[in-house]
């Protein structure tokens, strides 16, 4: 059983930087891949970054390379997405999730354990 949880989100300015955290309990988290995703209102959920299960690879949508990087550290079981340079349309509603083995994807299909969310809110 693997639970996935959340930190980090809250109020930004446009332009600002917010870092989101996801501590992953179990003992398969060094190799497994992992993935943030996000939702906002109204609309489905959507791929934003993914990282190999050493971290020497990675994965990231249209809308967010350049400013959004997705870390992690297997010592302490936890992922990170640092968001640089935020937008208003990148308000959503954030998650971690695990995909078995080593490599990543962008389907959500792929990802068996998620995490609750947490919201991202970026003012202009």
């Known amino acids: 059983q693997v639970q996935l949880v959340e930190s980090g989100g809250g109020l930004a300015q446009a332009g600002g930087s917010l870092r989101l955290s996801c501590v992953a309990s179990?003992?398969?988290?060094?190799?497994?891949?992992m993935g943030w995703f996000r939702q906002a209102p109204g609309k489905e959920r959507d791929f934003v970054a993914a990282?190999?299960?050493?971290?020497?690879?990675?994965d990231y949508a249209d809308s967010v390379k350049g400013r959004f990087t997705i870390s992690r550290d297997n010592a302490k079981n936890t992922l990170y997405l640092q968001m640089n340079n935020p937008k208003p349309e990148d308000t959503a509603v954030y998650y971690c999730?695990?995909?078995?083995?080593?490599?990543?994807?962008?389907?959500?299909?792929?990802?068996?354990?998620w995490g609750q969310g947490t919201q991202v809110t970026v003012s202009s």
């Open positions: 999730a695990r995909r078995r083995g080593g490599s990543y994807y962008q389907r959500a299909s792929e990802y068996d354990y």
């Open positions: 179990g003992r398969t988290f060094s190799r497994d891949a």
């Open positions: 990282i190999n299960w050493s971290g020497s690879s990675t």
